[in-house]
């Protein structure tokens, strides 16, 4: 069984930041790709960045890049989202999630990735 567990969410204001994690355990746990997604009210899931384990090569939606930073502690199985310059746009529940253990490469796409945490809700006001 593998668990994802978010933490790190709130209230921030407009120009903020706030940093998220997720530490993922579970025996079965051998993913090679991280990734954060994030959906808002009424909208669809949506992709925001991806993480490879044993490299740390990273990739982000052009919403994001610049503001957001995806990084990872192998030792933790924690990855974590820097989130910078904060708009309300930004206003989602965020995921983590990884693939399964087969799929070696970073995916924009939410139905490659098998395991999702709980979400955490992250709100900015203007």
């Known amino acids: 069984q593998v668990q994802l567990v978010e933490s790190g969410g709130g209230l921030v204001q407009a120009g903020g930041s706030l940093r998220l994690s997720c530490t993922a355990s579970?025996?079965?746990?051998?993913?090679?790709?991280m990734g954060w997604f994030r959906q808002a009210p009424g909208k669809e899931r949506e992709f925001v960045a991806a993480?490879?384990?044993?490299?740390?090569?990273?990739v982000y939606a052009d919403s994001v890049k610049g503001r957001f930073t995806i990084s990872r502690d192998n030792a933790k199985n924690t990855v974590y989202l820097q989130m910078l310059s904060l708009n309300p746009e930004d206003t989602a529940v965020y995921y983590c999630?990884?693939?399964?253990?087969?799929?070696?490469?970073?995916?924009?796409?939410?139905?490659?990735?098998?395991?999702w945490g709980q979400g955490t809700q992250v709100t900015v006001s203007s």
């Open positions: 993480i490879t384990w044993s490299d740390g090569n990273t």
């Open positions: 579970g025996r079965t746990f051998s993913s090679a790709v």
């Open positions: 999630a990884a693939p399964p253990a087969t799929i070696a490469t970073m995916s924009t796409y939410a139905w490659v990735y098998t395991y």
